[in-house]
């Protein structure tokens, strides 16, 4: 029996790995897995039931890298990960995303002659300030099976040199996730979540997450988002869960929210899928939300300069705006006179892409 070895790194790959996981134990295809956990982010939320919530088994073996700089942590993850490929455990390793995780156990992999699949492959912003872009060049770069999301990842690969038949456009698995997740969400009670106790004081709402360096760590940046979001709140309440470092940031560079921004604490999956499925938009600089969004119809505005998830705007309800607040503003209020963008959910964007790629691998694997 065939095994792979499932990385992930930060909670949101969880999120990526858990229909994989899912199908796989499901399939009754003869492949075996195992979840492999860096630890490139502890999260103290990561008990049993976090796992449970996804439908899957807690990780198999954890490393607890930690933090430190890129090349710390990076070095850390490999030195660890080459311990566990030199007991033979694994016949391929699936990576997914573009953290540091995913890079570090490619390229340990790859080393030691192990095939690598990379799911969420293509994707590029072309901003190589980002070091997410690094990562995801370079692991596309060695990676044996590539695993695309949305059209425009087929075209990059191709046009960077990779043959054709290792590319493979299969869907959006965190699309796989939501809506898992969602359905279970339909039949829970959610009167416990502090999500819905928001949702019952606010009739319409808007939700916001900032993490990304260049918008929280520079004051300037921060200021003018800080200053739209505002001035966009005295129209719609804007619900804001806090990243730490954000915090950290609003409270060092003195920024005045206002009281129509309502900070909380981080939220978890559910309690956070509960509130923004029923917001008036979502102003974010996630990829992942980016994505999420367009899969319910829910109106999304991007704070960045760009997007490595293009099919989110051309086809999705996102609209990428920039740090500017005249085009923030602008594009909220637009929303607001409801006429934001409708969009519709991409090709393959069906909650099967997990079994897409299971059968991939089957079939790639069977042939080895």
Not at 119 to 139: F, H
């Amino acid at each position: 029996m065939k095994t792979i070895a499932i990385v992930a790194g930060a909670r949101p790959n969880f999120m990526k790995i858990a229909p994989i996981a899912r199908a796989l134990r499901g399939s009754g295809n003869g492949l075996a897995f195992s979840i492999v956990h860096t630890g490139q982010h502890y999260d103290h939320e990561m008990n049993g039931v976090f796992f449970e919530e996804l439908g899957i088994p807690p990780p198999d073996i954890c490393f607890e890298s930690g933090g430190g700089s890129h090349a710390q942590q990076t070095a850390k993850i490999m030195l660890a990960f080459e311990q566990y490929c030199l007991s033979g455990r694994a016949d391929l390793v699936l990576v997914v995303g573009d953290v540091n995780s995913t890079l570090a156990c490619s390229i340990v992999a790859k080393k030691q002659r192990i095939p690598v699949a990379h799911v969420e492959a293509g994707l590029r912003s072309g901003d190589m300030a980002m070091p997410e872009e690094i990562n995801r060049i370079v692991t596309d770069s060695i990676a044996d099976l590539l695993f695309v999301s949305e059209p425009s990842g087929v075209s990059n690969l191709l046009r960077e040199g990779k043959a054709r038949e290792r590319v493979f456009h299969v869907g959006q698995v965190m699309v796989d996730n939501l809506i898992y997740q969602r359905d279970k969400l339909a039949d829970a009670d959610t009167s416990r979540l502090s999500s819905s106790a928001l949702k019952a004081r606010y009739s319409r709402y808007g939700v916001v997450t900032l993490h990304r360096p260049s918008n929280v760590d520079d004051p300037a940046t921060f200021s003018r988002v800080g200053h739209a979001l505002r001035e966009i709140s005295q129209e719609l309440p804007l619900i804001f869960p806090v990243h730490p470092r954000t915090r950290a940031n609003l409270q060092r560079f003195e920024i005045d929210l206002g009281p129509e921004v309502v900070l909380t604490a981080p939220l978890s999956y559910m309690e956070f899928l509960n509130l923004w499925k029923d917001a008036v938009v979502a102003l974010t600089d996630s990829g992942g939300l980016q994505e999420e969004t367009t899969a319910l119809g829910v109106p999304c505005i991007t704070v960045r300069e760009n997007t490595e998830r293009p099919i989110t705007v051309d086809e999705g309800t996102n609209e990428v705006v920039g740090t500017d607040p005249a085009r923030i503003k602008q594009a909220a209020a637009k929303v607001l006179r409801g006429e934001g963008k409708q969009g519709r959910r991409p090709q393959l964007w069906d909650g099967r892409a997990a079994e897409r790629i299971v059968e991939i691998l089957r079939r790639e694997l069977a042939s080895h």
